[in-house]
């Protein structure tokens, strides 16, 4: 897995839908039931109407809807399976996870269009290892998509829509990607943002007391006497990261809009110069300013044009359709559904 430099990168926002959909509970052995899908019969619709346009790009029914159930399920986390619990003011359950569900559609519609656009499909590969997951998982994953009321197809299509994001990614991030800015201008970009990278070695001192602390700062002001010193700055932080008592940020990138102790006294370096102890109220640091990550900075292109493509997104509801939902009906009797399969479920095992 690619590490995340920036929060702005937006990741796909059911990259673990193979997790979810195999929930261990949720895996049993026995008789399906009807064939129909659960989320059909807790809606009432086909899953095939359209419920709203993205820039012209539909979103089916089963599509907006099992977004709708992986959404509500989450605040299950927090004690709430009634999407009709007031949160405040007036504003439900239901309306948190219709914004989140709009959120998430319209992620996914400007990939699948990004992609389109930009001539993007899925790698031999990706195919390749989700056919080799679904072949592992085998008639588990046949009972878990029953249970979350989708087809294989549609599971196809959600893993298809990963496969775009992760090669739109590689197309303008991977350092050979055909998209990825040249690097005069992922310089520009980064002065422009300020970024930074640096190697920096850390110590909390939160829970320490007066002393502790003052010894911790003892310690970083020696860490950073040696790096100062050190011929090759890079060889001595290899060394020095291996010590027990500090926590270490190897080439991390560094937004300069956002001030900090330590991205203030970042500004203050050039490349291979090393800080002083740096304080803020979460501990001590010392950095070694690095020539900037030009993969960070494609990093944060891809994630501005990433955005700006869904702050422009056009979205049309098809109220036809639309209008038929009612969130909180429909999660209500989908889990009610879910639960009646699961115990025929595990009956039928019991009975073997």
């Known amino acids: 897995m690619k590490k995340e430099t920036f929060n702005m990168v937006i990741r796909f926002l059911v990259g673990a839908a193979l997790s979810l959909l195999l929930c261990a509970g949720m895996i049993m052995t026995g008789r399906m039931g ?73 992620q996914r519609a400007e990939i699948r269009k990004w992609a389109r656009d930009e001539g993007v499909t ?10 080799e997951q679904k072949e592992s998982a085998g008639e588990d994953l046949q ?14 299509s959600l893993m298809e829509t990963n496969m775009l994001y992760e090669a739109l990614y590689q197309a303008y991030c991977g350092e050979d990607g055909a998209k990825r800015p040249d690097d005069a201008a992922l310089n520009a970009l980064a002065e422009e943002h300020g970024l930074m990278t640096a190697d920096v070695l850390f110590i909390s001192t939160t829970e320490l007391d007066d002393a ?21 700055k890079e060889a001595a932080f ?28 970042l500004a203050q370096l050039k490349a291979n110069e090393v800080s002083g102890v740096i304080e803020d109220e979460n501990g001590c640091y010392v950095a070694l300013r690095r020539d900037i990550d030009l993969n960070a900075a ?16 056009q979205m049309v509801y098809d109220e036809s359709v639309a209008g038929r939902i009612n969130m909180a009906a429909y999660y209500t009797k989908l889990t009610a559904l879910q639960q009646q399969l699961y115990t025929g479920m595990m009956q039928a095992e019991a009975q073997g």
């Open 34 to 106: 009807s064939n129909k899908p659960l989320i059909q019969q807790a809606s009432g619709l086909k899953g095939t109407e359209t419920v709203m346009t993205v820039d012209g790009e539909a979103v089916e029914a089963w599509e907006y809807l099992y977004m709708t159930a992986y959404t509500a399920q989450s605040l299950s986390y927090y004690g709430i399976t009634d999407l009709n619990t007031e949160l405040g003011d007036g504003y439900t359950a239901a309306d948190y996870v219709k914004e989140q569900v709009e959120s998430q559609v319209i």
């Open 122 to 131: 899925p790698t031999d590969e990706d195919l390749a290892a989700l056919r």
């Open 143 to 156: 009972k878990a998509l029953k249970l979350n009321g989708v087809t294989e197809a549609q599971y196809d």
């Open 212 to 232: 502790a602390k003052a010894d911790a700062r003892a310690l970083m002001g020696d860490y950073a006497r040696i790096l100062s010193a050190a011929q090759d």
């Open 238 to 265: 290899t060394q020095l990261e291996l010590g027990e008592n500090v926590t270490v940020m190897a080439k991390q990138t560094y937004d300069g809009c956002d001030e900090t102790a330590l991205n203030t006294a």
């Open 298 to 313: 494609a990093e944060m292109s891809f994630g501005e044009e990433m955005s700006m493509r869904i702050t422009a997104a």
